[in-house]
């Protein structure tokens, strides 16, 4: 994949694939993917075993959770389309959350592709949700043919503050970043010196941003 590929690749599975065969992409960044895909069908997991998974995947990837109880909140959301008899898409919406809960690997592929090829199709084409989760890939990992240098003296106390509420603060149950603490951060980042047009432009920008967003990543120093 060239540059030029990446920035319009509109096919998330073949974006995911090329990232882990360069040795490109975390575990984390992965994982954090795939429950954003699953948050974008939030509305189809009616049982509180599908949104458990899904946050429980946004916990271990973050460490806050162990591989235990992952596996065990998935197992949960496995068991509902195991034994439901209702609405595919649905059911399709909890195989996608189970699929993120695998402690040796994290399935964000499989849970994009069943996000993807069923439960979108109750509101949207199956070819726009796969544009729209390649957009979530470039706020995630930004350009990977490309590195942004970040001064550690910029990290002063407000610019971290304000990158952990923009963490912290989301906008549930969507779990987009909201875009005035993202404006603020941005802000604050520049008031300490900051000179990257590649990091203040993507923190204003008005796309859609998630947990695991490049730029918020860098200022917090996590991958």
Same mark, same amino acid.
């Given at each position: 994949?060239?540059?030029a590929e990446w920035? =319009? =690749?509109a096919d998330?599975?073949k974006m995911l694939n090329w990232?882990r065969d360069s040795?490109?992409?975390?575990?984390r960044k992965v994982?954090?993917?795939?429950t954003? =895909?699953?948050?974008?069908i939030?509305?189809?997991?009616r #049982?509180?075993?599908?949104?458990m $998974?899904?946050e429980a995947?946004?916990r271990y990837? #973050?460490g806050?959770?162990?591989? #235990?109880?992952?596996?065990q909140?998935?197992?949960?959301?496995? /068991?509902?389309?195991?034994t439901a008899?209702?609405? %595919?898409?649905?059911l399709r919406a909890?195989? $996608?959350?189970?699929?993120?809960?695998?402690p040796s690997?994290?399935? &964000?592929?499989?849970? $994009?592709?069943?996000?993807?090829?069923?439960?979108?199709?109750v509101?949207r084409t199956?070819r726009e949700?796969?544009?729209a989760? $390649?957009n979530?890939l470039?706020? *995630?990992l930004g350009?990977?043919?490309r590195?942004?240098?970040?001064?550690?003296?910029?990290r002063?106390? *407000?610019?971290l503050?304000?990158a952990k509420l923009?963490?912290? /603060?989301?906008?549930?149950?969507a779990?987009?970043?909201v %875009?005035?603490?993202l404006?603020?951060l &941005?802000?604050?980042?520049q008031?300490?010196?900051?000179d990257?047009s590649e990091?203040?432009?993507?923190?204003r920008s008005?796309?859609?941003?998630?947990r695991? =967003?490049?730029?918020v990543?860098?200022i917090?120093?996590?991958?």
């Amino acid at each position: 994949m060239t540059e030029a590929e990446w920035n =319009c =690749c509109a096919d998330p599975e073949k974006m995911l694939n090329w990232l882990r065969d360069s040795g490109t992409v975390s575990d984390r960044k992965v994982r954090l993917f795939g429950t954003a =895909c699953c948050r974008r069908i939030w509305r189809l997991l009616r #049982d509180e075993y599908g949104t458990m $998974a899904v946050e429980a995947a946004e916990r271990y990837a #973050d460490g806050q959770l162990g591989p #235990d109880q992952l596996a065990q909140a998935s197992f949960r959301a496995y /068991e509902v389309f195991d034994t439901a008899d209702e609405d %595919p898409f649905e059911l399709r919406a909890y195989l $996608a959350a189970e699929a993120l809960g695998d402690p040796s690997q994290p399935c &964000a592929t499989d849970a $994009a592709k069943c996000a993807a090829s069923y439960a979108a199709q109750v509101t949207r084409t199956e070819r726009e949700e796969e544009r729209a989760q $390649a957009n979530l890939l470039r706020d *995630i990992l930004g350009n990977p043919f490309r590195d942004v240098t970040f001064d550690p003296t910029w990290r002063t106390p *407000i610019v971290l503050s304000r990158a952990k509420l923009v963490y912290d /603060e989301r906008r549930l149950p969507a779990g987009t970043l909201v %875009p005035a603490l993202l404006a603020a951060l &941005a802000d604050a980042l520049q008031g300490a010196g900051c000179d990257k047009s590649e990091i203040l432009t993507h923190l204003r920008s008005p796309a859609r941003h998630v947990r695991g =967003c490049w730029a918020v990543d860098l200022i917090l120093d996590r991958n």
